[in-house]
């Protein structure tokens, strides 16, 4: 079904869950109270936290003033430098990052996003045109650690360099955190962001429009695109395609809680890393919740869907496009629209879903306790002390989660007693990479040859990106997962500024603390440690399917 701006068609269980569960939507009147901002709507335990959480409905209208301040930023940054800054990073996780990302990759616009404590990937984001940059550093608390690092890392890069880090860097924070505080006493530009919105509904906040807006995006278009469909979206109407969508994610009975973003002629770049963090860490807690999974351009055909999976096709506006337009066939939905449109539209939806799902969308209970184990790690100086259960050529491998590994000494065989654990019916698999993911982004090719030969659905996450993201969902959503960790050794450490830890330290707790809790939540976890990053990625790599070097074709 077509509306401004937006559509939203289905078949299968998806349109028999927009059947069931629109009518009553609009019956009670949940669009209209949605977007006048009712913290009642997911019951009396979420009333707390959505009752501050709300704002992202009014974000087209009442983020218009940033895009004059953007305007004078740039300007003055420029006046300050003396020379354009044409080259813009971004340093933040999750919600921070997320959305600028697929902002600026649609837009064409290049943006330089650090979102990692792997030290080789920050080392060689500092190296890159240094002359010519500026930092937009972003937290809504003030306080992550990846992102404080990363504004330690760049502020002596700068001073390094001759030059003031004040007149370089930008902090994007809620009002009244550390970082706001901190910096607008040091003297740097500051841009506070709507404190009532969350980080995943955050896109069309400072935290998505000062990075994008600095790299040159026509953020005014986006924010034109967002506002046209809103009073669409907060209509009780079951036209609405919020209503629709959030149905048909939430509403299939029986839940079908593996939703496969596949790309189908889309023009925006990136949607579904967008799309993952807003599904995952919106309802994957108490047990239950959705699990994206982007797919890209593969997936199953519709007739080969297993019962637990859900395709969403991200279809071209127009419908121009060979694939797009078209409608969906099995148990799917398809969706289209302009970037601005479709970032209120799954913001909405997503809010639906967990309505049905009977969830508070707004909180993520389980993201701290990996947080804290990180904390705890570096407090006794570092990542792993536990022994490895076995050591293959140049692959450390540990078993966490259960004895599961059996009498498996190499890495095939522990791929293998992994792989043993996971639930054919309902589960998934998990791979999680604490890579370098420009150098080692040909390692994510795994995704597709996995999810063939397990026949189950496979995820692919870059650590600790990941842990703002799918990792809420792989804690707090059904314990149908196993777990696939990949660290190595840096080819080179990097201190963190003003601490008394390095980049190398904090990648290696995340990954540590990460596998720690997961396990103390009686998940399978393989962590395979590379002693020597090549030699053992080529094992890695030949285990999984994957030949042993990027540039060999398949037998």
Same mark, same amino acid.
């Given at each position: 079904?077509?509306?401004?701006?937006?559509?939203? /068609?289905?078949?299968?269980?998806?349109?028999?869950?927009?059947?069931?569960?629109?009518?009553?939507?609009?019956?009670?009147?949940?669009?209209?109270?949605?977007?006048?901002?009712?913290?009642?709507?997911?019951?009396?335990?979420?009333?707390?936290?959505?009752?501050?959480?709300?704002?992202?409905?009014?974000?087209?209208?009442?983020?218009?003033?940033?895009?004059?301040?953007?305007?004078?930023?740039?300007?003055?940054?420029?006046?300050?430098?003396?020379?354009?800054?044409?080259?813009?990073?971004?340093?933040?996780?999750?919600?921070?990052?997320?959305?600028?990302?697929?902002?600026?990759?649609?837009?064409?616009?290049?943006?330089?996003?650090?979102?990692?404590?792997?030290?080789?990937?920050?080392?060689?984001?500092?190296?890159?045109?240094?002359?010519?940059?500026?930092?937009?550093?972003?937290?809504? /608390?003030?306080?992550?650690?990846?992102?404080?690092?990363?504004?330690?890392?760049?502020?002596?890069?700068?001073?390094?360099?001759?030059?003031?880090?004040?007149?370089?860097?930008?902090?994007?924070?809620?009002?009244?955190?550390?970082?706001?505080?901190?910096?607008?006493?040091?003297?740097?530009?500051?841009?506070?962001?709507?404190?009532?919105?969350?980080?995943?509904?955050?896109?069309?906040?400072?935290?998505?429009?000062?990075?994008?807006?600095?790299?040159?995006?026509?953020?005014?278009?986006?924010?034109?695109?967002?506002?046209?469909?809103?009073?669409?979206?907060?209509?009780?109407?079951?036209?609405?395609?919020?209503?629709?969508?959030?149905?048909?994610?939430?509403?299939?009975?029986?839940?079908?809680?593996?939703?496969?973003?596949?790309?189908?002629?889309?023009?925006?770049?990136?949607?579904?890393?967008?799309?993952?963090?807003?599904?995952?860490? /919106?309802?994957?807690?108490?047990?239950?919740?959705?699990?994206?999974?982007?797919?890209?351009?593969?997936?199953?055909?519709?007739?080969?869907?297993?019962?637990?999976?859900?395709?969403?096709?991200?279809?071209?506006?127009?419908?121009?496009?060979?694939?797009?337009?078209?409608?969906?066939?099995?148990?799917?939905?398809?969706?289209?629209?302009?970037?601005?449109?479709?970032?209120?539209?799954?913001?909405?939806?997503?809010?639906?879903?967990?309505?049905?799902?009977?969830?508070?969308?707004?909180?993520?209970?389980?993201?701290?306790?990996?947080?804290?184990?990180?904390?705890?790690?570096?407090?006794?100086?570092?990542?792993?002390?536990?022994?490895?259960?076995?050591?293959?050529?140049?692959?450390?491998?540990?078993?966490?989660?259960?004895?599961?590994?059996?009498?498996?000494?190499?890495?095939?065989?522990?791929?293998?007693?992994?792989?043993?654990?996971?639930?054919?019916?309902?589960?998934?698999?998990?791979?999680?990479?604490?890579?370098?993911?420009?150098?080692?982004?040909?390692?994510?090719?795994?995704?597709?040859?996995?999810?063939?030969?397990?026949?189950?659905?496979?995820?692919?996450?870059?650590?600790?990106?990941?842990?703002?993201?799918?990792?809420?969902?792989?804690?707090?959503?059904?314990?149908?997962?196993?777990?696939?960790?990949?660290?190595?050794?840096?080819?080179?450490?990097?201190?963190?500024?003003?601490?008394?830890? /390095?980049?190398?330290?904090?990648?290696?707790?995340?990954?540590?603390?990460?596998?720690?809790?997961?396990?103390?939540?009686?998940?399978?976890?393989?962590?395979?440690?590379?002693?020597?990053?090549?030699?053992?990625?080529?094992?890695?790599?030949?285990?999984?399917?994957?030949?042993?070097?990027?540039?060999?074709?398949?037998?």
């Amino acid at each position: 079904m077509t509306s401004s701006g937006v559509a939203v /068609s289905a078949s299968g269980a998806a349109a028999d869950a927009i059947s069931r569960h629109v009518p009553e939507l609009v019956r009670d009147g949940f669009a209209g109270k949605l977007f006048h901002q009712d913290p009642d709507l997911w019951g009396p335990e979420a009333h707390s936290e959505a009752s501050k959480r709300l704002s992202w409905v009014g974000l087209p209208r009442s983020s218009r003033p940033l895009l004059g301040e953007i305007a004078a930023l740039r300007s003055e940054l420029d006046e300050q430098a003396g020379h354009p800054l044409d080259h813009v990073v971004l340093c933040g996780m999750g919600g921070s990052s997320l959305a600028p990302e697929v902002i600026c990759a649609t837009a064409g616009v290049e943006l330089t996003v650090l979102d990692s404590s792997d030290p080789d990937y920050v080392r060689h984001a500092l190296q890159d045109r240094l002359d010519r940059t500026v930092v937009v550093v972003s937290s809504k /608390s003030g306080s992550t650690a990846e992102t404080d690092s990363q504004k330690r890392a760049y502020e002596q890069a700068f001073r390094d360099a001759g030059i003031d880090p004040t007149h370089r860097i930008v902090l994007v924070t809620d009002p009244g955190s550390p970082m706001d505080e901190a910096g607008r006493k040091a003297g740097y530009h500051v841009v506070n962001a709507d404190p009532n919105v969350g980080g995943r509904y955050s896109a069309l906040t400072a935290f998505g429009l000062v990075p994008s807006g600095l790299a040159g995006v026509d953020i005014e278009g986006l924010l034109d695109d967002a506002e046209a469909v809103a009073d669409l979206l907060a209509a009780d109407d079951e036209a609405n395609p919020a209503l629709r969508l959030g149905s048909a994610l939430g509403g299939t009975a029986p839940l079908r809680d593996k939703v496969l973003l596949t790309d189908a002629g889309t023009e925006i770049t990136g949607f579904g890393d967008w799309a993952e963090q807003l599904i995952a860490e /919106s309802t994957g807690k108490n047990g239950t919740g959705l699990l994206p999974v982007v797919v890209g351009t593969g997936g199953p055909a519709a007739d080969q869907l297993a019962d637990d999976e859900l395709v969403v096709l991200l279809q071209a506006t127009d419908g121009d496009d060979a694939d797009g337009g078209s409608e969906p066939k099995g148990d799917a939905v398809a969706v289209s629209g302009t970037l601005g449109a479709q970032l209120l539209l799954w913001e909405a939806a997503v809010a639906t879903a967990g309505r049905l799902l009977g969830i508070n969308p707004f909180d993520q209970p389980d993201v701290e306790s990996a947080k804290q184990a990180a904390r705890d790690l570096m407090a006794q100086g570092g990542g792993t002390t536990d022994e490895p259960a076995f050591t293959d050529g140049a692959v450390e491998v540990r078993a966490l989660g259960g004895s599961w590994l059996g009498d498996a000494r190499d890495v095939s065989a522990a791929v293998e007693a992994l792989f043993a654990q996971l639930d054919r019916d309902r589960g998934y698999l998990a791979v999680m990479a604490y890579l370098d993911r420009a150098s080692d982004s040909a390692l994510a090719e795994v995704r597709p040859v996995l999810a063939r030969r397990l026949s189950r659905p496979v995820t692919f996450g870059w650590g600790p990106r990941f842990l703002h993201s799918t990792g809420q969902y792989h804690k707090g959503g059904p314990a149908t997962g196993v777990y696939l960790q990949v660290t190595t050794v840096p080819e080179k450490d990097l201190e963190v500024p003003g601490q008394d830890f /390095s980049f190398g330290v904090l990648i290696a707790a995340q990954a540590a603390g990460d596998a720690q809790v997961l396990a103390e939540h009686g998940r399978p976890v393989l962590r395979l440690h590379l002693t020597d990053h090549d030699r053992g990625l080529a094992q890695l790599r030949q285990a999984l399917g994957l030949p042993a070097h990027p540039t060999e074709q398949p037998t």
